[in-house]
């Protein structure tokens, strides 16, 4: 059952390009998505999340967009650095199941930046 | 910053033994979670902790498994006797108050022979 999404296994972009990772979901309960980049032999650090209330969040190089009614969210890293290569998670929860909601994740998508 | 810190970081041991991993989550955060991830699979939510006694846990996390908050700081994930199938990473994550955004530590890989 795979609520979460990444279609995209690998992508591979220029460095100073923009990088643009996608996610789907299924789950409408899903109000809470994250993004987490991962490398080999670590565990995930949380790059940037969004709200189901907002359509648009931007940290630095990172923007998150979400599109409810598509079920739809992409994660834009302008411009991409070669330090950023590495496997990218989505993640979405449903916060309105209560506190201590779970995380469920997609497959990954390994980004990889080159010269 | 503060983080998430697992020990040990590799665990090799037999089949049917009994393993004991532990977290240190981050010290002002309420809410803790175990995940694994089998090689080459997605992360997996195994089970979820709040105020002293399990918030959620999945199909995977059976009799096999416990978890425990023995003291202030530590929150530790028991598997009883070990399967073969119980080979992967183990991650645990905290979270603040909000409920939000998880924190995971590098979690363990633990290996099952």
């Known amino acids: 059952d795979q609520q979460v999404k990444q279609n995209s296994p690998s992508l591979s972009v220029q460095e100073g390009r923009i990088s643009i990772l996608n996610c789907d979901y299924t789950?409408?309960?899903?109000?809470?998505f994250l993004w987490y980049k991962k490398y080999p032999a670590e565990g995930p650090t949380f790059l940037i999340s969004?709200?189901?209330?907002?359509d648009k969040n931007e940290d630095g190089r990172f923007t998150v967009f979400l599109n409810k009614s598509a079920k739809h969210l992409s994660l834009h890293i302008v411009p991409s650095q070669p330090g950023d290569s590495a496997v990218y998670f989505c993640?979405?929860?449903?916060?309105?199941?209560?506190?201590?909601?779970?995380?469920?994740f997609g497959t990954g998508t390994r980004l990889q930046v080159t010269l | 910053e503060p983080e998430v810190t697992q020990t040990p970081s590799h665990q090799v041991t037999q089949m049917g033994q009994e393993v004991i991993l532990r977290c240190v989550p981050i010290?002002?955060?309420?809410?803790f979670y175990w995940y694994r991830q089998i090689l080459g699979q997605k992360v997996e939510f195994l089970v979820s902790?709040?105020?002293?006694?399990?918030?959620?846990k999945s199909e995977i996390f059976d009799d096999q498994f416990s978890v425990e908050r023995p003291d202030g700081s530590n929150f530790t994930l028991k598997i009883r006797s070990t399967k073969l199938e119980d080979s992967a990473m183990y991650f645990c994550?905290?979270?603040?108050?909000?409920?939000?955004?998880?924190?995971f530590g590098p979690g363990t890989r633990l290996l099952v022979l």
């Open positions: 993640a979405a929860e449903s916060m309105t199941t209560g506190t201590a909601s779970k995380l469920t």
């Open positions: 789950n409408s309960m899903f109000d809470y």
């Open positions: 969004i709200s189901s209330i907002k």
């Open positions: 010290s002002n955060h309420l809410y």
């Open positions: 902790f709040y105020n002293n006694e399990i918030s959620e």
């Open positions: 994550a905290s979270c603040d108050n909000t409920g939000e955004t998880q924190y």
